[in-house]
């Protein structure tokens, strides 16, 4: 037959937000993961951006200003350092806009557009990984995980994401449910 393979073909594609542990406060706090404005030419709509990377978006890459007051990019490793540790929210692709529409969508200037495939592609990324949403997304409607020592870990719901932040959670926590106070 065919090379189609069979079954599991409704397993949905999952494209990841990725950010750092500095970040996570704000983002509880508000419920959703809002788009980044900083830096958004006016006239554009700022954008929510995902990744079908796997492990890590190398555009989500920090930077920091040195002692000079010169900025300097960071590497994973340092972006995760710096940043509080690695964090990332997951959601299925058919909710997000893949990154040939969204220029468009987003009324991203073509330069612009050019631009920001011309830096990804430097940085190591692959523009046809790049999704987004022109809304926040709740974070209700995303999977949660965090960076531990190199694996992403699922944060279990019972164990609660702000647990983990303060260095509380461990997988070990019981489900609280699963006990009976008889």
Sequence with gaps: GSGRRRGGGDMKKIAWHYT??????????????RAATLYVPKGEIPIVWFSTRSYWEPTAN????????EIVSLGFEQTILHGGGGW???ISVDQLIPWSRLKAAARIHPDTARDLTRSGKAKGADPMCWY???????????????????????????????GALRGSCSWQDRD????SSA
């Design 176 to 179: 609280p449910d699963a006990s």
């Design 88 to 90: 990332r929210f997951g």
């Design 132 to 162: 987004g949403s022109l809304q926040p997304i709740p974070l209700s409607a995303c999977v949660i995980e965090r960076l531990d020592g190199g694996t992403w870990i699922r944060e279990a719901a019972h164990c609660g994401v702000t």
């Design 62 to 69: 920090k930077a920091l200003l040195n002692e000079r007051g």
């Design 20 to 33: 750092v542990g500095a970040r996570m406060g704000s983002i509880l706090e508000s419920g959703e993961i």
